[in-house]
């Protein structure tokens, strides 16, 4: 089973019941990694989670499904590809935060923390707790001076940069604290085994309490640990965690260099398929030369290789596409901006018509002699614009760029641009 990856694993266990038993943690957690990408991502999440036993340790299919996850397992709906970080589930942001409110947030400047604060920060230092943030916290103003001088003394003793000001005779005292975000309440998968955040928010409360007021001479550490007793957390050195944490650290070194090899075959695959289209490109331009009889106009087809450029350029409007080769003139390369994309589409008949147009052009523009005046330049949305010059070729070009466009299924406002360059061409005066 070892060789087979985390799909192919998932869907054999879903069918048989033998090799659902077969089926352990280490085959289930190197499937993942070997996957690469969001499997390892999510497996990072999973490996600090239960280095720190602050999640229910995953069965080995569950963690199957958490590397082949591709949507929000409560809606069904939200595109998730990995674990939510701190939580162990694969929840997408709407149900965490909007939706369902599945996590909530520890305000400390509310009840409980606000009746014993001391109390308080001792269970959230104690707590396995892996997902925390910091953030600057104001001090209530009701607090007393004591509750303050408590604050502060305890952020000079973990270090915690804080500051007071004064302004209009109120005094305000800030503090850089950890903003703690915790699962809302607990939740069991279909086979009723529970998953994700052992500590909640509603228990959050109850253990405050309990270490506020203590039973005998019980220490907050004690009440800590009978408080995670009575709610079914498992034990430190239970077999779930650590063969997950065993299994991580034998295979994700050869995961990640798995991961960049084929990153690598990647890149390469993209540079000969680059290559290959910058080859097509100059055999057209060789094809259409052949076609031109004159070599003065022949030369005008002299071109250079576009080093940077890529099959896909993705714009905020549309998605455009680069040519391999640009040409010395520029009202060639107006002429050929669809042809150079797509070469290999044009066929013999195609490529005598753009031959035929190069050589009336060319003859038109040796013709009237004034080529000053054809002035290019590209708007904001990478469309060409002309001047209104009154040269004939400006005009042709300009419409013949775009008709070209047209047949090679041109953007929408590429298209919208023409219509409207068109309608003020319109008022040319043709020479």
Not at 7 to 14: E, H, K, M, Y
Not at 151 to 174: F, L, M, Q, S, V
Not at 236 to 251: F, M, R, T, V
Request: with cysteine; net charge positive; charged share 30%.
């Amino acid at each position: 089973m070892s060789f087979l990856n985390s799909r192919d694993l998932l869907n054999i266990i879903q069918v048989s019941k033998y090799m659902q038993q077969s089926l352990t943690i280490p085959i289930a957690v190197k499937a993942v990694l070997m996957k690469g990408w969001y499997g390892m991502t999510s497996m990072e999440d999973l490996y600090k989670l239960c280095q720190k036993r602050s999640i229910y340790p995953p069965d080995p299919e569950r963690i199957l499904r958490i590397g082949e996850a591709k949507r929000c397992e409560f809606c069904l709906e939200g595109r998730v590809k990995h674990v939510r970080k701190g939580y162990g589930v694969v929840a997408c942001w709407k149900c965490t935060n909007n939706k369902r409110r599945l996590s909530r947030r520890f305000y400390k400047d509310r009840a409980p923390y606000t009746f014993n604060p001391t109390a308080c920060q001792m269970v959230l230092d104690l707590l396995p707790i892996y997902y925390r943030c910091y953030d600057e916290r104001k001090l209530n103003t009701s607090y007393s001076e004591e509750v303050i001088k408590s604050e502060i003394d305890w952020a000079k003793r973990e270090n915690i940069p804080w500051r007071r000001t004064e302004r209009y005779g109120d005094t305000n005292t800030y503090i850089r604290d950890r903003i703690t975000y915790f699962w809302a309440k607990q939740i069991r998968d279909k086979r009723g085994n529970r998953i994700g955040a052992i500590v909640t928010y509603d228990w959050l409360i109850n253990l405050c309490e309990q270490v506020a007021h203590p039973f005998g001479s019980t220490s907050p550490h004690e009440c800590v640990d009978e408080f995670l007793e009575n709610i079914g957390n498992p034990p430190y050195d239970h077999p779930g965690y650590n063969e997950i944490i065993q299994a991580y650290e034998l295979n994700i070194n050869l995961a990640k260099e798995r991961f960049f090899q084929n990153k690598d075959q990647q890149a390469l695959g993209r540079d000969r398929y680059n290559m290959r289209r910058i080859k097509t490109a100059e055999k057209f331009i060789l094809r259409l030369k052949n076609e031109l009889d004159d070599p003065a106009i022949s030369y005008l087809l002299n071109y250079r290789v576009n080093e940077n450029f890529r099959w896909f350029r993705k714009n905020k409007i549309t998605t455009i596409s680069e040519r391999p080769i640009k040409m010395s003139k520029w009202w060639i390369e107006c002429l050929l901006n669809s042809a150079l994309k797509c070469p290999s589409k044009l066929n013999a008949l195609a490529i005598k018509q753009l031959a035929t147009e190069i050589k009336r052009k060319a003859n038109n523009t040796l013709s009237s002699g004034d080529n000053a005046s054809l002035i290019v330049s590209q708007n904001r949305n990478g469309v060409i614009e002309y001047d209104y010059s009154e040269n004939y070729l400006a005009i042709i070009c300009h419409k013949t760029s775009f008709r070209m466009h047209d047949s090679l299924s041109m953007s929408h406002q590429a298209r919208r641009m023409s219509h409207r360059n068109t309608r003020h061409n319109r008022n040319f005066r043709r020479v």
